[in-house]
């Protein structure tokens, strides 16, 4: 029972960070299948891997220094924030080279970090709840840290591995083959380097003043990322804006039609007026985004071709939604 507890409270509160995640991508959605395999190699893959390595490398500082405080402290502030942000961005660096046609905005690449990073957390909140909640403190302990882990430090894997997949998605719509090269290594460097500050600060302070000043530090830098995604979603109405204009104009989509592909809510509503409901707004978003990258990046080995097919599934739903 308390293992199916800290399962439970592992796992279910960052099912729903992830729908959270999710429902901010208001104009153009990720596919669900992509979405979810992300989910589960940071559950799976990136967890267990590092998991594995971490042990190993810290026993091996362990076997080369002699010292327990030398291993524990190089393990919690350089190797486990290396190894960690490279299993998780790994994942978000196979998306965007096998499906790099899904990586569309600064926004998908926000979201593709994010839900790596809560399946690792799901699995890590889960081992941490139970071992270091349960076996040392019994239900209280669990439950504490139940609160740690979910409320208090819920959101630090996502923040960090945010700044990889922001990194990719700036090499994904630059032209630039220096910023393709180096965004995606500077994405990677800032996930280890606010992982490490984590690690380290609260324990330099110690006690309850440093972990105040770390939950700190922590929100603010939480909530910055809540205001830069807002303001990525704030672009990416105006790239459906620009582009969905003319389609207006050439009679593909409506005026009516238009105005709802705008507002950020119809993504969510759609799905309650019918499947093709749904699928035309989406289509909707897929469109503006692929016009804006024939725009700023030009064919792109079929980006037209893609424009085209586009237009003429809207063309074909549009008499048939509202």
Not at 108 to 123: E, K, M, P, R, S
């Amino acid at each position: 029972m308390p293992f199916l507890a800290s399962l439970f409270f592992g796992f279910f509160p960052m099912f729903v960070f992830a729908a959270f995640v999710y429902w901010l991508d208001r104009y153009e959605k990720e596919p669900k299948i992509l979405f979810g395999a992300a989910f589960v190699w940071g559950a799976v893959i990136a967890a267990g891997g590092a998991f594995i390595l971490n042990t190993a490398l810290g026993m091996g500082i362990y076997i080369f220094t002699g010292s327990e405080n030398a291993a524990e402290m190089g393990t919690t502030s350089i190797i486990a924030p290396i190894v960690e942000e490279f299993l998780k961005g790994l994942a978000v660096a196979i998306v965007f080279f096998l499906f790099y046609k899904e990586f569309d905005s600064i926004l998908d690449g926000i979201i593709y970090g994010a839900v790596v990073a809560l399946g690792f957390a799901a699995t890590e909140n889960t081992l941490y709840i139970y071992r270091n909640g349960y076996l040392e403190d019994g239900w209280g302990g669990l439950f504490f840290l139940v609160f740690i882990r979910v409320i208090i430090v819920g959101w630090q894997h996502p923040f960090y591995t945010a700044f990889t997949g922001i990194g990719f998605a700036i090499a994904r719509t630059h032209r630039n083959i220096l910023i393709k090269l180096l965004a995606p290594l500077m994405g990677f460097g800032i996930a280890i380097t606010t992982h490490a500050f984590h690690n380290t600060f609260g324990g330099i302070i110690g006690g309850l003043g440093g972990l105040a000043a770390g939950t700190f530090i922590d929100w603010v830098g939480w909530a910055s990322m809540l205001v830069f995604i807002i303001w990525m979603m704030a672009r990416e109405r105006s790239i459906v804006k620009a582009n969905l204009q003319s389609e207006v104009i050439s009679g593909v989509i409506s005026q009516t039609q238009y105005q709802k592909a705008l507002s950020p809510w119809t993504i969510s509503t759609a799905a309650l007026n019918g499947k093709n409901s749904a699928h035309f707004y989406q289509l909707c978003g897929e469109l503006s985004h692929k016009k804006e990258q024939y725009k700023t990046q030009g064919d792109e080995g079929g980006t037209l071709a893609i424009i085209e097919r586009l237009r003429a599934e809207l063309a074909a739903l549009a008499p048939h939604v509202s």
